[in-house]
Nanobody, 116 residues
């Protein structure tokens, strides 16, 4: 079992920054990829960014150049640095982890609101 706990969400003005954290615990040795999804009201959940245990990253086109995903293997934590935030970034951001078998785990989500 894997438990994921997100933190770092909040209310920011357009152009501001936030750093989200996702701490993983449990049986994590078989996890090969972690990432962030987001879901806005009335919208489907969408992939934001992923990072493999080897450090390879994938970003959604909408956040490329503004967001950076990283991980600290000592702390078993994945981060999402969010810069130049836009109102359309407003969503619940949800941490995800997958095993080699593709079994997926999800955090509770943290709210990010970008508004003036």
């Amino acid at each position: 079992q894997v438990q994921l706990v997100e933190s770092g969400g909040g209310l920011v003005q357009p152009g501001g920054s936030l750093r989200l954290s996702c701490a993983a615990s449990g049986t994590i040795f078989s996890i090969y990829v972690m990432g962030w999804f987001r879901q806005a009201p009335g919208k489907q959940r969408e992939l934001v960014a992923t990072i493999t245990n080897g450090g390879s990253t994938i970003y959604a086109d909408s956040v490329k150049g503004r967001f950076t995903i990283s991980r600290d293997n000592v702390k078993n934590t994945v981060y999402l640095q969010m810069n130049s935030l836009k109102p359309e970034d407003t969503a619940v951001y949800i941490c995800n982890a997958e095993r080699v078998s593709h079994q997926a785990y999800w955090g509770q989500g943290t709210q990010v609101t970008v508004s003036s």
